[in-house]
Nanobody, 121 residues
Framework: QVQLVESGGGLVQPGGSLKLSCAAS????????LGWYRQAPGKEREWVAS???????GYADSGKGRFTCSRDNTKNTVYLQMNSLKSEDTAVYYC???????????????WGQGTQVTVPS
């Protein structure tokens, strides 16, 4: 069993910063990719950022230059540092991880429960 637990969401004024964390625990053999999606009210879930095991990151255009995705392999944790936040960043943010639970088995996607980020207009 694998669990992803997120933290760090909240209410922040426009222009402010937040840092989200997501820790993976349970039966983990290897973590390949980690990242973040978000879902705003009335909209589909959209990709925000990701980081693979080698450290290469990718960002949606909406977050480039403002968001930084990082990982701590010793803690099985992924972070999303969000700066210069805007009202349009308001959403529930979900972390995900592609995890193999044992050697020789395929890797599967696991999701966190979501954390609310609110930036008032």
């Amino acid at each position: 069993q694998v669990q992803l637990v997120e933290s760090g969401g909240g209410l922040v004024q426009p222009g402010g910063s937040l840092k989200l964390s997501c820790a993976a625990s349970g039966s983990i053999f290897n973590i390949y990719g980690l990242g973040w999606y978000r879902q705003a009210p009335g909209k589909e879930r959209e990709w925000v950022a990701s980081i693979i095991s080698g450290g290469t990151t990718g960002y949606a255009d909406s977050g480039k230059g403002r968001f930084t995705c990082s990982r701590d392999n010793t803690k099985n944790t992924v972070y999303l540092q969000m700066n210069s936040l805007k009202s349009e960043d308001t959403a529930v943010y979900y972390c995900y991880a592609k995890i193999a639970t044992s050697q020789g088995r395929g890797a599967y996607d696991y999701w966190g429960q979501g954390t609310q980020v609110t930036v008032p207009s």
